[in-house]
């Protein structure tokens, strides 16, 4: 994965309000101040690493204007104004080299259905299943080894990845990027239970995913009973989420990796969940709410809430609670003090009864 | 996806006691209350939401007996005894036309052992791989991209969905459902330490799943060290959950998404783990017993019982602990109180002293 | 899955040190002493179960020298150094009949790039797609379904179960075994917020797996923003793992099944990760640290941590400070009680104030 970027390309790309020092090397590849060696590219993200820059080997570092060092021999400094912003425009343009645009088109081995609409500007990469009815819009790429449904619908632009299960009538909006082992559409969890034996509910609801959202490997979003879960527009979900029959996710949300939402429960926009938190069902959790990792919500919640814990509780109030928590050892020892100071009284009438 | 149902047809299959109303509307979709629409089919499950019924547009509401209210214009109650199993009916009426009984047959891009016995009224769908000496008996179903490995079997009625590995020699029992991505018998995770390296400890067991039990999407279950990883008859798992080695898990068990149960743990019939919960290895959890979301079970349990937190505790327990919890600060600044009441005495004898 | 295993060779192959007693019968399973029928081998891997032995109906039985019980009639006992290891002796010795050694080619559905290096040991299975550049190494083993991206290297003798995804460029080392499911190189989760709106920042870097690593059935690693995802030689991870962009891997670390590191996170050498602990982002976990199960880490340990709970702690005071906890009710009475004896006064000037 060779690189080649001369310092002349990074500072067209990164649009560079000045170059100082120069590098005889091409950069190969981007690396941590920490971590970088010559022929690499670095950059100065955060302030708080700048003592880093000195001893940092990297043929080219990105920094900011204000920063006050000087490059090494060999080494140049290119100055912007946000050197995150920078390294995102060089990564973009890498990725354009790295991941080179996929030639529409059906790959003989894919296996799909007569009645399937495929726009011939997408391409069905090879070993896919497309059944009947399904619909794939303009400029949609299938990687290889994805199955489509009947009647399910993946939209414009969308982009899945390889093992990826899109089951019967769930529909895909635009740009939606699925990574490989994501499966839209599998039963909801929901039985009847009759003396002990459980009765398989019917699940006949769908699953709809709105434009441009992108959820991450081995996640599982359930069919609705009736109806439909949804998955709002520009929401980001993360690997090995679970999401259950008929939950609504607002726009606009990032669900980190192994966090789960129980049955029917509704996020407005822009609500956060930490990794590994999980949700009730249920529920309510107004906008932009965010619930820490690892938190247990069995509440509903109202906007703006900052919650951690299981159950989770307001963040100041947890934190408050925390520090308390571990001062039980002091507190108790407190306690068997004023216990010493003030035993116990023998009852003063006790000496009067016979 | 339209249903089009007809208010007869609906009537019939729910067995209605009687109609109120009408609607000259066929049914096309089915919502909750607050979501339904016109054309929409919605019911009244719990009388907490009767409130809600006579603003509900829904075409046809299935409401109970007893309930007091009048359908709007161009609207008709279908009166049951229970709508939430009225509904389940409409549901099952719609799920067999939304999904039809798949045609028996070996798709040609099949790869299968010529030493696999498939029974003729079985499917096989495109691009599954079938290795020797495999067995598939009679009406099962092999959606598409099915791995099914050495010797394994796969019972009567099966319906196995897109992208399920079932690795060498495990075994399903009859109508056993296992949804996309779903892993039966990698390896278990046993591995003997010498001088800080790991050994591969072989994993020489199968898995058994025996009859009518269900399991989620991703879901992966591990084959035993030696003799079988066990899941009882009738037993329901959701997403992404965790079953490691020579686990054995009773019937009619519950265990809700991406919770996780450690090798050799065994569990009775009727256990429910909520989602999220863990069990270590090792243990003994009795005949309906329940775990809350996210709890920890670190000792066997006996039968009914029913923990929550991390470590469990009995639930009684746990909430009010988690009330005294909440209290902290009450309890501090009584504590504080208390000492300033009481201040530390100088030692009464001090002064005696030389 | 019948082993018809002699007596004469199970002494030879565990290198019994005598044998007692007779059995007519092969040994055809394996089970714990508890469990195991005639025709089974058992073994007495821990003294504390010695109690079972008497009643135990195996036909042949692992015992250590000290053992001092006698067979039943028709039963025999192996006597060695070390029971546990002999069984894994004899599990090893199962393996190899069970899990014949896979044969060398590539099977003709198979989807291959021109340009891809298969090695002519190699086993390629039916159904596996490696694209453009990708290199499969000796005696790597692709067992089927599994999707090899551009230039990606699978080193020697690596053992990739069915539905594996390995993504473009990433390189995995010697004797890596991945079960069914893996993902390794999906993007990572990082975007930059624009007004509310997530923008997808382009992830370039690669996941590098050393050599002898093994993975869990759908786990899953994200590719680096930039430069490696690693994960160190020797390291063992379990099902259902979630290892995030930049996260570095030490060697011969243990991660038990639903664990999770988020981004950038660096683990040193002989890390245990409990089930379903979670690692916040950027922090470092010194060598030999022990994560406890369900743990919740959100800072940076020193080596040899040994740490549980939410956020989590020293296990020592994790342990003392859970003691108090359920002591509360204790506590909450003795304050009371102290409160009952020391009333609040009036204040004692408050009758001279006119």
């Known amino acids: 994965m060779n690189l080649d970027l001369s310092l002349e390309i990074i500072g067209q790309q990164v649009k560079a309000v000045s170059i100082q020092g120069a590098t005889a090397n091409l950069v190969t590849g981007i690396a941590s101040l920490s971590e970088a060696q010559v022929g690499d590219l670095s950059f100065l ?12 080997e990297a043929s080219v570092i990105l920094v900011p ?46 296996v799909i259905h007569a009645s399937a609409k495929i726009d011939k500007t997408a391409m069905i990469g090879p070993l896919c299943v497309i059944e009947e009815g399904a619909v794939i819009e303009a400029g949609a790429v299938l990687v290889a080894h ?31 990027q699925l990574h490989s082992g994501v499966v839209i559409g599998s039963d909801g969890f929901g039985y009847s239970t009759v003396k002990g034996v459980h009765h398989k509910e019917a699940q006949v609801g769908i699953v709809v995913v709105e434009d441009e959202v992108e959820v991450g490997s081995n996640t599982t979003i359930d069919r609705a009973r009736f109806a439909k879960t949804l998955i709002g527009r520009g929401t980001k979900i993360d690997n090995l989420v679970q ?42 959790i107004g906008d932009g709410s965010m619930i820490g990792g690892q938190g247990g919500v069995i509440n509903s919640l109202p906007a703006k809430s900052y919650v951690r814990g299981t159950p989770c509780m307001p963040i100041n109030q947890e934190m408050r609670l925390h520090v308390l928590y571990k001062r039980l050892p002091d507190l108790n020892a407190r306690v068997t003090e004023l216990e010493k100071r003030l035993p116990a009284q023998k009852n003063p009438c006790a000496d009067l009864q016979v």
């Open 243 to 284: 999401i259950a029959h008929n939950v609504q996710v607002g726009p606009h949300c990032i669900l980190v990796s192994q966090s789960g939402i129980a049955g029917s429960t509704q996020l407005g926009s822009h609500v956060i969940l930490g990794g590994q938190a999980g949700l009730a069902g249920h529920l309510t």
């Open 65 to 110: 204007l204000d920063y006050e060092g000087l490059p090494r021999a060999n080494q140049a400094f290119v100055r912007v104004n946000n050197p995150s912003e920078a390294l995102g425009l060089i990564c973009e343009a890498v990725a354009e080299r790295l991941f080179p645009k996929p030639i529409s088109g059906v790959h003989p081995s894919a």
């Open 45 to 56: 993200g955060n302030t708080k690493y700048q003592s880093l820059v000195p001893a940092c």
């Open 146 to 176: 994805v199955y489509v449904g009947r009647f399910a619908k993946i939209g414009e632009g969308c982009h899945l990845r390889p093992h990826v299960s899109i089951m019967e009538y769930c529909q895909l909006g635009k740009h939606v």
